[in-house]
């Protein structure tokens, strides 16, 4: 689906979407899920990078799932885990703003 470029990344970003949405719904707790989908889609350096490349708006929205699982209580996740997901959250946005220039180190942050 990544190699697919803008629709991939689209694709991607729905299914973190529809996770969230049934977890808030079946009560789905697992953190195992949730780590592994942050471990994959976004502080892995070069799948990052390829989402975001691709489509940004998509990449944000991916980190933003993951940060509404954790304060929506479906996801225990680490202070540090937070703390890097709100940061790259962050970045995204104001790179999308103008604020400042894309970077392609989004999971090193």
């Known amino acids: 689906m990544i190699s697919e470029g803008s629709g991939g990344a689209f694709e991607v970003s729905q299914r973190m979407t529809a ?3 049934w ?3 079946s009560e789905f707790r ?4 949730y780590d592994q989908g942050v471990e994959q889609y976004v502080l892995d ?11 940004p708006e998509a990449f944000r929205n991916i980190v933003r ?7 929506r209580g479906m996801w225990d996740a ?3 885990t937070i703390e890097k997901l709100q940061d ?6 104001d790179e999308l703003e103008g604020i ?3 970077t392609s180190q989004v999971g090193m942050l």
């Not at 697992?30 to 899920?33: I, L």
């Not at 799932?65 to 304060?71: T, V």
């Open 30 to 33: 697992e953190s195992w899920v």
């Open 23 to 25: 977890g808030a719904t």
């Open 45 to 55: 350096q070069d799948m990052a990078r390829r989402l975001k490349d691709s489509n």
């Open 100 to 102: 400042v220039a894309p």
């Open 88 to 93: 790259i959250y962050s970045t995204i946005e």
């Open 19 to 21: 996770l969230v949405g």
């Open 78 to 80: 680490d202070n540090s």
């Open 65 to 71: 799932r993951f940060l509404e699982a954790n304060s």
